[in-house]
């Protein structure tokens, strides 16, 4: 899944506009239906998780995820709208089911077990794209790359069910229920949701357009991309290493605010000049920063949300209201403003958020 996964998110840029045909815009709003259907979809997928349990669920998604993606590997461009909000619903869905998963250690071991999780899909982060730029360039299509990426996710449905662990099997609907109203009542969980998601809407500019800012307009080729977020994703493996064995020792707020200050500099950077080796650098720093979230904010989530499914659905109903909202109002303001002004105003926007997060108590520390 990360395989897929990394490729796919770093790359989809490139395969909508050079094999689809859309603009930056027209980009903004695909990733705006895919979020939108992860937003629809996901409250009923998150509570079929709980009945039938974390692992047989990321199976179903997974497997069924691949064929949503072999699908849109085709390039029919009505196929593509019809399969992008179930893709983005069943792999919503595989992250819940595989976070409620890593929660399901010992609290001591709930660093390592992070760290191990996030650093191997850093790690795939590593040869995903430099591979898939690779083979869109010698065969001059991107469609082989989404279907290895489509195989690599079904792939990953058969390998998920050899995991042992079957917490949460057989709940009744009432019980489903009624953990998702004490889920809405949790307000750590949700200050902490909030934040986390205005900075996501802020870094929304960063994911829509980095690819086409350093590809399209200031002229790095698609390979030497590819050599980029090979580059970056070895920097974000470090960084997610690096957080899982210090997230124990240090405030889970010390992590996000540290990996927001790198994101928020990168965004600026990649807004602010047009020089290709700075923007370059912008997105090394982003790629660097921006994992280092997934360690403590997992942590956080399920600290505060008991380390069920639970807490990461309602996460993720959040997460997909907030960045299909932000992709339509990219989508809408990119031909106007331009790419560059969305960037800085994502950048200027996160700096306050830093400062909010680091005044949030640890959720590890008695209440």
Known sequence: FAVSNSAFDMLAPLWATSDLGLDAAGWALLRS????GTFVG?????????????????????ALGGC?????????????????????ALVSTTFVNLNALTQQVSRQRQGLANGIYRGIAAGMAVVAPLAATAIATRCGSWAPVID????????????????????????????????????????????FIVLDQ????????????AAL?????????????????????????????AAGL????????????????????????????????????????????????????????????GASATAFTVHKIVQAGVAAGAMALLGWLEPITGMRPLLVAGGLL?????????RQPDPRSPA
Do not use: H, K
Request: with cysteine; proline share 4%.
């Open 42 to 62: 996901i409250l009923a997928l998150g509570i079929l998780a709980e009945r039938v349990g974390s692992r047989r669920m990321a199976a179903l998604s997974l």
């Open 246 to 305: 210090t997230v124990q020792r240090v405030p889970l707020a010390w992590g996000m605010a540290a990996a927001w200050t790198l994101s928020t500099a990168g965004s600026l950077l990649l807004g602010l000049s047009d020089a290709l080796p700075l923007g370059i650098a912008g997105a090394l720093l982003v790629a660097f920063g921006w994992p280092i979230t997934s360690v403590p904010g997992s942590m956080w989530i399920g600290l505060t949300g």
């Open 33 to 36: 239906l895919r979020f939108t």
């Open 68 to 88: 949503a993606l072999a699908c849109m590997g085709l390039g029919i461009p009505w196929l593509v709208t019809a399969c992008m909000p179930l893709f983005g």
């Open 148 to 191: 290895l990426a489509a195989f690599a996710t079904a792939i990953g449905g058969l390998i998920i069910l050899l995991y042992p662990e079957e917490r949460g099997d057989g709940r009744s609907l009432r019980e489903v229920l009624r953990g998702f109203a004490a889920a809405a009542r949790n307000r750590p969980l949700w200050r």
């Open 213 to 241: 800012r350093l590809t399209r307009q200031m002229g790095l080729s698609e390979s030497a991309f590819g050599v980029v977020c090979t580059i970056g994703a070895c920097l974000g493996l470090a960084a997610v290493l």
């Open 198 to 209: 205005a900075m996501a809407f802020a870094q929304g500019a960063v994911t829509a357009f």
């Open 350 to 358: 996160g700096l306050p958020l830093i400062v909010l997060i680091l």
